[in-house]
């Protein structure tokens, strides 16, 4: 029981930079392995792909799936040289 | 007193290929017209560029406007040669 709860933290799928199909693929198996929610989280320039890749599981493959909800925030990196830079994230919720 | 209602639909900011800061301006503008929400809308990849302005609104001008809402959807465009495309499409609400 105890592991189901920390596996469930685990029901995130971090955008990058390849292609949307890939995630849209992620989001897929984790709900097929038996999450009932999945976090779609992005920061930076690969914000719009998150969008795309929520989209296109509901619109496509899951119709079923709802858009639990949407969160913004500003997070802080320490870049190599240790300059401090704010970047816009999101976290997409879905479940099913 | 229409014409105020009709002002209302107004109070949105397109994003574009300008720079943040511009749009952020827009946004400050509406506020202090008198709008008590303002839309920050975007497509595509500027999606990440309407994110961003909605956090250094509050992060950076305005501590008091709430994030009233996220909506996410699919919009589908016709290109100058008629076909179809599908787009991602962000409108974040913020109020005052």
Redesign the interface.
């Known amino acids: 029981m105890a592991e189901e709860t920390m596996r469930k933290d685990e029901n995130v799928v971090y955008i990058g930079k390849k292609s949307v199909m890939c995630y849209v693929l992620a989001v897929i198996t984790q709900f097929n392995g038996g999450a009932a929610e999945v976090g779609i989280k992005a920061r930076?320039?690969?914000?719009?792909r998150a969008?795309?890749v929520?989209?296109i599981v509901r619109?496509r493959f899951m119709p079923e799936a709802k858009?639990k909800g949407?969160v913004?925030?500003?997070e802080e990196l320490t870049s190599e040289d240790g300059s401090m830079s704010k970047v816009?994230?999101?976290e997409?919720t879905l479940s099913k």
Chains 1, 2 share one sequence.
Not at 44 to 48: D, L
Request: net charge neutral.
């Open positions: 930076g320039k690969v914000i719009s969008v795309d929520a989209e619109n858009l949407i913004i925030k500003t816009s994230a999101i997409i």
